[in-house]
């Protein structure tokens, strides 16, 4: 019997349900959740029972990996410690989840702009970005004139209020450390050109 993580009452959850609901029509086989954790890993898993999911960890981030492991048992989750920015994925994905990653990339020594080319470089037809939007380290007009001058869609945009606001101390944003608290989600479903 799998076991997944309780996300019901999670804002994600919520969030994730209202942009995955435009897939309805759509066979969802195969998903990379780039940049992975246990809410976003079980929250795939519930609302696509017929799928695999790829949940990609920095190498060495246990407190990423170990949540995967202990907190869901599915022969459908398969995790894959990778460093994102260096790693070329050849596998093709139906769907591409990017679920509060983007700001993290300073974490790792990774720059923004790298780490979304490279996951918009993932073979994937479907892909979900999903942050914060207060996180300065997010560059939400880079990424809507990216998806625009690549050929992208936006199927959806969705702005989600967080019903509990974490602060964040001391970020470092470029050269600077700023705090901030996540007021607010950003979500996107993006579809890729038929022609990439």
């Known amino acids: ?7 019901k009452n999670s804002i994600h ?9 435009k897939l309805k029509n759509v066979q969802v086989k195969k998903i990379i ?26 190498p060495g981030d246990n407190r990423k990996k170990n949540p995967l492991l202990t907190a ?24 591409c989840l990017i679920h509060m990653t983007l700001g993290e990339a300073h974490h790792f020594g990774n720059h923004f702009s790298d780490l979304f080319h490279q996951l918009m470089d993932i073979k994937a037809k479907y892909f979900i970005i999903y942050d914060i939007l207060e996180d300065p380290n997010v560059h939400y007009r ?36 700023l705090e901030f608290d996540s007021k607010h989600y950003v979500g996107y479903l993006v579809s890729r050109s038929e022609d990439k």
């Open 72 to 95: 869901i048992g599915s022969d459908r989750l398969n995790v894959i410690e990778a460093d994102i920015c260096s790693c070329c994925f050849r596998k093709k994905y139906d769907l």
């Open 13 to 21: 959850d919520k969030a994730l349900k209202t942009l995955i609901k």
């Open 142 to 177: 880079y990424i809507e004139q990216y998806l625009k001058e690549k050929g992208f869609k936006i199927l959806k945009k969705k702005k989600f209020k967080n019903p509990n606001p974490e602060h964040y101390p001391k970020v470092k944003a470029d050269k600077y450390k």
């Open 33 to 58: 959740d780039a940049g992975s954790g246990k809410t976003s890993a079980s929250i795939m898993l519930k609302y696509f029972p017929t799928a695999t999911v790829d949940a990609v960890v920095y």
């Open 1 to 7: 019997m799998e076991k997944l993580y309780n996300t």
